[in-house]
């Protein structure tokens, strides 16, 4: 199994910076790309940003695009996810998680994900974003 531990959750002001991070350990050859969702109260969960593994093809959310960025360090299997200009829409439970192959293919042409391909995540971190 893999295991994805995420750090950085917590409060933000509006305006502000938060850096999410996320490691992976496990048996972790069979995923192909890292990410980030969240979950409103009440909402879906949605993609916030992925990266492949090799650094070749991230995507990112529209409602995120130019205040996200997304960053692998490789050596330690360790995807953070750096949010500027926070705003209180950024409200949510944020978990990691990892896909396989067509998971991820699926995830940056199209924008979409499954729990069949998606299956290994974190437990999840809060990040509240004070209006």
């Known amino acids: 199994q893999v295991l994805l531990v995420e750090s950085g959750g917590g409060s933000g002001q509006v305006g502000g910076t938060l850096r999410l991070s996320c490691t992976a350990s496990g048996d972790i050859a069979g995923t192909v790309c890292m990410g980030w969702f969240r979950q409103a109260p009440g909402g879906p969960r949605q993609v916030v940003a992925a990266?492949?593994?090799?650094?070749?093809?991230?995507v990112y959310d529209r409602d995120v695009r130019g205040r996200v960025t997304l960053s692998r360090d490789k050596a330690t299997n360790t995807v953070s996810l750096q949010m500027n200009s926070l705003k209180p829409e950024d409200t949510a439970m944020y978990y990691c998680a990892a896909g396989d192959a067509a998971g991820c293919l699926s995830l940056v042409t199209i924008g979409s994900w499954t729990s069949v391909d998606f299956r290994n995540w974190g437990q999840g971190t809060q990040v509240t974003i004070s209006s």
């Open positions: 990266i492949y593994n090799d650094g070749t093809r991230t």
